[in-house]
């Protein structure tokens, strides 16, 4: 067997994208014409930097942006929350409330309709 098949025969059943880059990548990027003299003016190296620092750059801001987003999010469901309990609170105390006052009332009933009771058949 030949030293290529045996690397293939090792290498795990399943990849990412990112286990075959090796190295540099080449790609090829449109300039606006404006900017077209400026970057024919730097190095090789210069192009090369420039590019990482701005892959740099856009990658942190992304990641500001998403935690940004993501206190946003946790913000809104905080005051949906708080709200909630401000509003549901009160209504659970006036539920209880109003339960007890009509349990009251019915043992009440119950108590006058059997002392009634006992009433009537004492009567006879």
């Known amino acids: ?60 801001s992304v990641k500001e942006q998403q935690k940004t987003n993501s206190n946003l999010v946790l913000i809104k469901k905080l005051k949906i929350i708080f709200v909630a309990l401000l509003v549901g609170i009160p209504i659970l105390f006036y539920t209880v409330s109003m339960s007890l006052h009509y349990t009251q009332a019915s043992y009440t009933d119950m108590q006058k309709n059997f002392e009634r009771y006992t009433n009537y058949i004492k009567l006879y």
């Open 1 to 60: 067997m030949s030293e290529e098949f045996k690397n293939f025969e090792e290498r795990p059943k399943y990849f990412t994208k990112d286990d075959l880059v090796k190295g540099p990548k080449k790609f090829v990027f449109q300039i606006n014409p404006e900017n077209i003299k400026y970057i024919e003016s730097m190095s090789y190296q210069e192009k090369q930097d420039l590019i990482n620092e701005l892959i740099i750059l856009h990658k942190l």
